[in-house]
Nanobody
């Protein structure tokens, strides 16, 4: 059983920054592909960013490219999402997700590529 706990969400003004953390309890964290997804009220969950289990590949949604950075610290079993230049449209519940299959995505992963999910942390960006 893999557990993921997000933290770092909150209220921030447009243009501000926030860093989300995801603590993972999995036994082999370094072998997990990790991703961040978000869901705004009334909208479907969408991909935000991901990092491969090898840590060599990074993927970003076009909407966050250049503003968000995903990283991981395998020694701490933690994945981060640094969010800069936040916009009101970034407001959503952000979910951390893990892919434990060790598959090579070769593309931006989708929700269906992930097999474990955190409960989410709310990010609200005011204008």
């Amino acid at each position: 059983q893999v557990q993921l706990v997000e933290s770092g969400g909150g209220l921030v003004q447009a243009g501000g920054s926030l860093r989300l953390s995801c603590a993972v309890s999995g036994r082999t964290f370094s072998a997990y592909g990790m991703g961040w997804f978000r869901q705004a009220p009334g909208k479907e969950r969408e991909f935000v960013a991901a990092i491969s289990w090898l840590g060599y590949s990074h993927y970003y949604a076009d909407s966050v490219l250049g503003r968000f950075t995903i990283s991981r610290e395998n020694a701490n079993n933690t994945v981060y999402l640094q969010m800069n230049s936040l916009k009101p449209e970034d407001t959503a519940v952000y979910y951390c997700a893990a892919d434990t299959t060790q598959r090579s995505w070769g593309r931006r992963p989708t929700s269906r590529d992930m097999d474990y999910w955190g409960e989410g942390t709310l990010v609200t960006v005011s204008s």
